[in-house]
């Protein structure tokens, strides 16, 4: 067999065991002050990648077999599913077979491939084989084998029950039985001697996210309720109040997960009914019905706290060693935590953020942040979550508090906040000296500068930015582009056209808020208070460009707003991608990526009868940017050199190549560079939309590149932009309420601009 040898690479990273600083006092004399001496104590899990083995492109399972070697499935470049095992924990792998060529899988009118594994404790594996029509991509054909250790293959007759379709998910309960899940939400336990149903889990209508089997409990997690089942009797037991409890209590979206990962995993050591289980906010061990949960790896400190990692599966090893197979989107790792005596538990530093609002791409760089710097811990606080109800008032009533009173964060991410009046205050640190560093070694857009340079000092610069676009038909865009422009082209296409809406079907707080970006800085005086004519326009053009198109009330009615970032309110992408499904012809909004901006011009590419062009919305304001992770430092704050150096890699071209869709990147390195435009090729998108008369349609677009002549003319608009649109939640609040009511005809115009006009003055004067 061939060996494949990788050196393997160490990060100090991870989480922590129990840790806290211990604080002992010696005695004085002669009226001396007493001095307390800090103990530091030591141990701490520390995390380190696993290289794959040579060849490997992503993982399908992986686990430790029971001779203690470590087992890989995954597969190649052309998807091509192969076996590997390691003796040394990694440092090198084994391949034991080519499944494709084991099984002489072959492609042409109906394409074979090997779509499920799961490695059994002894070696050997089960292979589903699934063979699909070309054409069409259905299923034509499940086939079950087992690999046995010698390399030989037995084919099982599974005899699924009625309504299967196709088993996305196994895993092994003893040397003949599994539990195979199915893609439309069943769970069987099954009999390999004979390929026969032993248990059925799951109620029709039930809809679960992932499953755990600890000892004879098989664990099923769901939206809304964890099921524990007897594995003898395949009956509902008592639940286990402290694991519920964790889970429900982690922050993870049970309805969200993709296809191989899961947002959460749970794993069993032995068979003493101790289990391992792992979320986003670190692992856990716990003993089955036990009072406690006992955090062993912090989340916060490693890759597990970054959102854009996906759990796969999860295993133990030697020494209390703990193993995750992750999903990055780009790329699967294989993760080793292992427990250091020698590091100290709890990191030396500490950082802390407040954001108004969640953001990803802030979390994904404290998470990398903290594996480059582990003798650095970064905490964030958000004040308004999608989990509570506070207004934006409330959560900067307390947060100024906290300031003024020298108990605040050392950052603070400033989307959403009224930042002129921080600056007025005093309340925020020059933080020049981070910007001209990062400039000088990698480059900083100038415009974007520019805009925060006052008198050679800045105060809060972006860590993304995002640029207001219009797109519609190419022989009309020019005239789309301004408020006032857009609004008449909207009463032409009202009178001219029956067939296609012009904006995709939208409550008017979604419309206001894809325009707003191209108007809201023209609002806004020297002292701070609205414009009244200009505010004014703009309530009358939107209620004009609302009532151009039909719209389902019951939309309205199933639409939450609160507490979502104003930017994911406004992604222009989504709705271009309507453009070419023919749903309606125009939309305006937000491009915050590369990959949203790829998605832009494969719908132009591939429109089909009409030519579809962008443009700056300029709206009531010329050349317009939306700052994004707008970042500033507390004047109070004692960490003023932590928090800079956070802010220096926030800023570098590491952190910057982070994408998660939260803003285009600053650092004008990342920004000049081809690559990180050169994104989409191979990805498909679609949505499926349904007509009156309840006929599904569905839409696909297969994205590709974007030509060096489209990045060219979109790196260009964006060095063109020059004024922030700096949008204050608490005045987004008040003009959002009043517009819909203005719009739905419950006042009248002159009404409403007043009342958002005393509404922020007030807000003005406290």
Same mark, same amino acid.
Not at 21 to 46: D, I, P, Q, S, W
Not at 54 to 69: F, H, M
Not at 81 to 94: L, M, P, R, V
Not at 408 to 429: A, F, I, Q, R, W
């Given at each position: 067999?061939?060996?494949?040898?990788?050196?393997?690479?160490?990060?100090?990273?991870?989480?922590?065991?129990?840790?806290?600083?211990?604080?002992?006092?010696?005695?004085?004399?002669?009226?001396?002050?007493?001095?307390?001496?800090?103990?530091?104590?030591?141990?701490?899990?520390?995390?380190?990648?696993?290289?794959?083995?040579?060849?490997?492109?992503?993982?399908?399972?992986?686990?430790?077999?029971?001779?203690?070697?470590?087992?890989?499935?995954?597969?190649?470049?052309?998807?091509?599913?192969?076996?590997?095992?390691?003796?040394?924990?990694?440092?090198?792998?084994?391949?034991?077979?080519?499944?494709?060529?084991?099984?002489?899988?072959?492609?042409?009118?109906?394409?074979?491939?090997?779509?499920?594994?799961?490695?059994?404790?002894?070696?050997?594996?089960?292979?589903?084989?699934?063979?699909?029509?070309?054409?069409?991509?259905?299923?034509?054909?499940?086939?079950?084998?087992?690999?046995?250790?010698?390399?030989?293959?037995?084919?099982?007759?599974?005899?699924?029950?009625?309504?299967?379709?196709?088993?996305?998910?196994?895993?092994?309960?003893?040397?003949?039985?599994?539990?195979?899940?199915?893609?439309?939400?069943?769970?069987?336990?099954?009999?390999?001697?004979?390929?026969?149903?032993?248990?059925?889990?799951?109620?029709?209508?039930?809809?679960?996210?992932?499953?755990?089997?600890?000892?004879?409990?098989?664990?099923?997690?769901?939206?809304?309720?964890?099921?524990?089942?007897?594995?003898?009797?395949?009956?509902?037991?008592?639940?286990?109040?402290?694991?519920?409890?964790?889970?429900?209590?982690?922050?993870?979206?049970?309805?969200?997960?993709?296809?191989?990962?899961?947002?959460?995993?749970?794993?069993?050591?032995?068979?003493?009914?101790?289990?391992?289980?792992?979320?986003?906010?670190?692992?856990?061990?716990?003993?089955?019905?036990?009072?406690?949960?006992?955090?062993?790896?912090?989340?916060?400190?490693?890759?597990?706290?970054?959102?854009?990692?996906?759990?796969? =599966?999860?295993?133990?090893?030697?020494?209390?060693?703990?193993?995750?197979? @992750? &999903? %990055?989107? $780009? /790329?699967?790792?294989? !993760?080793?935590?292992?427990?250091?005596?020698?590091?100290?538990?709890?990191?030396?530093?500490?950082?802390?953020?407040?954001?108004?609002?969640?953001?990803?791409?802030?979390?994904?760089?404290?998470?990398?942040?903290?594996?480059?710097?582990?003798?650095?811990?970064?905490?964030?606080?958000?004040?308004?979550?999608?989990?509570?109800?506070?207004?934006?008032?409330?959560?900067?009533?307390?947060?100024?508090?906290?300031?003024?009173? =020298?108990?605040?964060?050392?950052?603070?991410?400033?989307?959403?906040?009224? @930042? &002129? %009046?921080? $600056? /007025?205050?005093?309340? !925020?640190?020059?933080?020049?000296?981070?910007?001209?560093?990062?400039?000088?070694?990698?480059?900083?857009?100038?415009?974007?500068?520019?805009?925060?340079?006052?008198?050679?000092?800045?105060?809060?610069?972006?860590?993304?930015?995002?640029?207001?676009?219009?797109?519609?038909?190419?022989?009309?865009?020019?005239?789309?582009?301004?408020?006032?422009?857009?609004?008449?082209?909207?009463?032409?296409?009202?009178?001219?056209?029956?067939?296609?809406?012009?904006?995709?079907?939208?409550?008017?707080?979604?419309?206001?808020?894809?325009?707003?970006?191209?108007?809201?800085?023209?609002?806004?005086?020297?002292?701070?208070?609205?414009?009244?004519?200009?505010?004014?326009?703009?309530?009358?053009?939107?209620?004009?460009?609302?009532?151009?198109?039909?719209?389902?009330?019951?939309?309205?009615?199933?639409?939450?707003?609160?507490?979502?970032?104003?930017?994911?309110?406004?992604?222009?992408?989504?709705?271009?991608?309507?453009?070419?499904?023919?749903?309606?012809?125009?939309?305006?909004?937000?491009?915050?990526?590369?990959?949203?901006?790829?998605?832009?011009?494969?719908?132009?590419?591939?429109?089909?009868?009409?030519?579809?062009?962008?443009?700056?919305?300029?709206?009531?304001?010329?050349?317009?940017?939306?700052?994004?992770?707008?970042?500033?430092?507390?004047?109070?704050?004692?960490?003023?050199?932590?928090?800079?150096?956070?802010?220096?890699?926030?800023?570098?071209?590491?952190?910057?190549?982070?994408?998660?869709?939260?803003?285009?990147?600053?650092?004008?390195?990342?920004?000049?560079?081809?690559?990180?435009?050169?994104?989409?090729?191979?990805?498909?998108?679609?949505?499926?939309?349904?007509?009156?008369?309840?006929?599904?349609?569905?839409?696909?677009?297969?994205?590709?590149?974007?030509?060096?002549?489209?990045?060219?003319?979109?790196?260009?608009?964006?060095?063109?932009?020059?004024?922030?649109?700096?949008?204050?939640?608490?005045?987004?609040?008040?003009?959002?309420?009043?517009?819909?009511?203005?719009?739905?005809?419950?006042?009248?115009?002159?009404?409403?601009?007043?009342?958002?006009?005393?509404?922020?003055?007030?807000?003005?004067?406290?």
């Amino acid at each position: 067999m061939k060996k494949t040898w990788k050196k393997l690479f160490c990060r100090l990273l991870a989480g922590t065991m129990a840790g806290v600083l211990l604080m002992g006092t010696a005695g004085c004399k002669g009226g001396e002050k007493e001095e307390k001496e800090k103990e530091v104590v030591m141990g701490r899990y520390l995390e380190e990648e696993i290289p794959l083995p040579e060849g490997a492109q992503g993982i399908v399972e992986a686990t430790r077999l029971s001779d203690g070697k470590l087992a890989l499935l995954g597969y190649d470049e052309q998807y091509m599913t192969h076996y590997w095992q390691s003796a040394d924990d990694g440092e090198t792998w084994e391949e034991q077979g080519n499944m494709p060529q084991e099984l002489k899988l072959a492609d042409g009118e109906q394409q074979t491939a090997m779509s499920v594994g799961a490695i059994r404790q002894d070696g050997a594996v089960l292979c589903v084989v699934t063979t699909y029509d070309v054409d069409t991509a259905d299923v034509v054909e499940d086939k079950t084998y087992i690999r046995n250790t010698d390399g030989t293959y037995t084919e099982v007759n599974m005899k699924y029950p009625d309504g299967f379709t196709q088993a996305i998910d196994i895993k092994w309960l003893s040397d003949q039985e599994v539990i195979v899940q199915d893609s439309v939400v069943g769970l069987y336990e099954m009999d390999l001697s004979d390929g026969s149903v032993k248990n059925q889990f799951i109620e029709e209508g039930q809809v679960f996210t992932t499953f755990g089997i600890v000892e004879n409990y098989l664990i099923v997690v769901g939206a809304d309720e964890i099921s524990y089942y007897d594995l003898d009797t395949g009956k509902i037991e008592e639940e286990d109040s402290a694991l519920t409890e964790q889970i429900k209590n982690s922050g993870a979206d049970q309805n969200l997960t993709s296809y191989g990962t899961s947002p959460l995993l749970i794993c069993q050591k032995g068979k003493d009914g101790k289990l391992f289980y792992c979320d986003s906010t670190g692992i856990y061990s716990h003993v089955i019905k036990g009072n406690a949960m006992e955090q062993v790896v912090d989340g916060k400190l490693n890759s597990i706290g970054d959102p854009s990692v996906g759990l796969m =599966g999860m295993f133990l090893g030697d020494e209390n060693a703990i193993y995750l197979a @992750v &999903s %990055t989107g $780009e /790329e699967h790792q294989l !993760l080793k935590y292992a427990y250091s005596k020698d590091t100290p538990s709890v990191p030396s530093k500490e950082i802390k953020i407040y954001a108004l609002e969640e953001n990803a791409e802030l979390q994904q760089a404290i998470s990398l942040f903290q594996k480059e710097n582990p003798d650095y811990y970064v905490s964030l606080e958000v004040g308004m979550s999608e989990d509570n109800s506070i207004t934006a008032t409330d959560a900067l009533k307390t947060l100024n508090t906290e300031i003024m009173a =020298g108990k605040g964060p050392d950052l603070l991410m400033l989307d959403g906040m009224p @930042v &002129s %009046t921080y $600056e /007025e205050k005093g309340m !925020l640190s020059d933080i020049s000296d981070v910007i001209e560093k990062v400039d000088k070694s990698e480059g900083i857009l100038d415009n974007i500068q520019e805009a925060y340079t006052k008198e050679n000092e800045i105060y809060e610069f972006p860590g993304r930015f995002s640029i207001p676009l219009v797109v519609g038909p190419k022989d009309q865009i020019e005239a789309m582009q301004t408020l006032e422009g857009l609004t008449k082209v909207a009463e032409r296409y009202s009178e001219t056209n029956d067939s296609v809406r012009l904006f995709s079907d939208m409550t008017p707080e979604f419309l206001s808020e894809s325009l707003v970006d191209g108007a809201y800085a023209a609002w806004i005086q020297e002292d701070r208070t609205l414009d009244e004519n200009l505010l004014k326009e703009y309530f009358e053009s939107v209620k004009k460009l609302y009532d151009t198109d039909s719209h389902d009330e019951q939309l309205r009615e199933n639409v939450v707003m609160q507490n979502y970032p104003h930017l994911e309110l406004s992604y222009v992408d989504g709705m271009v991608l309507q453009i070419y499904g023919k749903e309606c012809a125009a939309a305006v909004g937000n491009l915050a990526s590369p990959d949203g901006f790829s998605q832009i011009t494969s719908c132009m590419n591939n429109m089909e009868d009409t030519e579809i062009d962008y443009e700056v919305w300029n709206g009531q304001k010329e050349g317009c940017f939306s700052p994004v992770m707008l970042m500033g430092v507390n004047s109070k704050s004692k960490n003023q050199e932590e928090a800079k150096a956070f802010l220096e890699f926030l800023y570098s071209e590491k952190a910057q190549r982070l994408s998660m869709g939260y803003g285009l990147t600053v650092n004008e390195k990342v920004y000049d560079s081809q690559e990180y435009w050169a994104v989409g090729d191979g990805t498909t998108v679609g949505y499926t939309v349904q007509d009156g008369d309840g006929v599904e349609r569905q839409v696909f677009l297969n994205m590709e590149n974007s030509s060096a002549d489209q990045v060219k003319k979109i790196q260009e608009i964006g060095k063109s932009l020059n004024t922030p649109s700096q949008l204050d939640k608490t005045v987004m609040e008040a003009v959002r309420g009043q517009l819909t009511d203005y719009i739905d005809g419950k006042i009248e115009l002159d009404e409403a601009v007043q009342n958002v006009i005393q509404k922020v003055n007030l807000y003005l004067a406290e």
